[in-house]
């Protein structure tokens, strides 16, 4: 068991986040954090220069860091997008789904019930930022 999983194969980007305002006044950082109640497309113009993009789940229950690594993916951010917090077992196939690629939980991931989950699901019906294909695009075209 362990509290961070990497869903990217280059290195781990060991730059600590700042936060969003912290960002805007720096003209070197290569790392954001985005709270709930930041607003993640005030980082579109900057997406090129980061490498990290770390976005804060305080509670389970908010939601808001799924709509914020769906706009950045969407943009076409490329680099780790990062979710951070009180993140479960549970969330993180819906977090692929929307764009996230590592995992940083305040409690122990396990890894064995991840990998039942996983297997649990193999059609989606809408399109996403992990590119699958939905089942219906695929049976019909």
């Known amino acids: 068991m362990t509290n961070m999983l990497r869903y990217r194969d280059d290195p781990v980007h060991e730059e600590p986040a700042v936060t969003l305002d912290s960002f805007f006044g720096q003209s070197n950082a290569t790392a954001v954090r985005i709270e709930p109640g930041d607003d993640a497309r005030a980082l579109l113009p900057y997406l090129d220069r980061l490498a990290l993009i770390e976005i804060?789940?305080?509670?389970?229950?908010?939601?808001?860091?799924?709509?914020?690594?769906?706009?950045?993916?969407?943009?076409?951010?490329?680099?780790?997008?990062?979710?951070?917090?009180?993140?479960?077992?549970?969330?993180?196939?819906?977090?692929?789904?929307?764009?996230?690629?590592?995992?940083?939980?305040?409690?122990?991931?396990?890894?064995?019930?991840?990998?039942?989950?996983?297997?649990?699901?193999?059609?989606v019906y809408q399109r996403a930022a992990d590119g699958r294909s939905p089942i219906w695009a695929r049976?019909?075209?």
């Open 56 to 123: 804060s789940f305080p509670k389970y229950r908010d939601g808001r860091g799924y709509s914020s690594a769906r706009v950045l993916r969407e943009a076409g951010y490329t680099g780790e997008l990062r979710a951070s917090g009180d993140v479960l077992v549970d969330q993180i196939l819906p977090m692929r789904r929307c764009g996230f690629d590592s995992f940083v939980a305040d409690s122990e991931i396990d890894e064995e019930v991840l990998a039942k989950l996983d297997g649990l699901f193999a059609d």
């Open 139 to 141: 049976r019909h075209g």
